[in-house]
């Protein structure tokens, strides 16, 4: 299946407050960290540097972690949902 496919299957919406903790979860697509027995969660040093770049007041920073590791910990219980089916 083409990416712009399955991309198309996932569309939500997001609400406008809730956008710059999506926006910096999104960014950290593909900073998940695996070990032997797999996915074990997201590179929180990638995720300073997204701060940092973005020029995020540091005033917002626990908050927004906050909020990555809600997706985060959502993530990772959908993740292991799938491979106990």
């Not at 908050?63 to 799938?82: F, K």
Request: net charge negative.
């Amino acid at each position: 299946m083409p990416a712009s496919q399955y991309a198309d299957m996932f569309c939500v919406e997001v609400w406008p407050e809730n956008a710059p903790a999506w926006n910096l979860f999104e960014a950290l697509q593909t900073q998940w960290r695996a070990g032997s027995g797999g996915v074990i969660g997201l590179d929180y040093g990638v995720l300073a540097e997204e701060l940092r770049v973005r020029e995020i007041p540091p005033a917002d920073h626990e908050q927004l972690r906050a909020d990555v590791r809600v997706m985060e910990a959502a993530a990772l219980q959908e993740i292991y949902a799938e491979t106990e089916k």
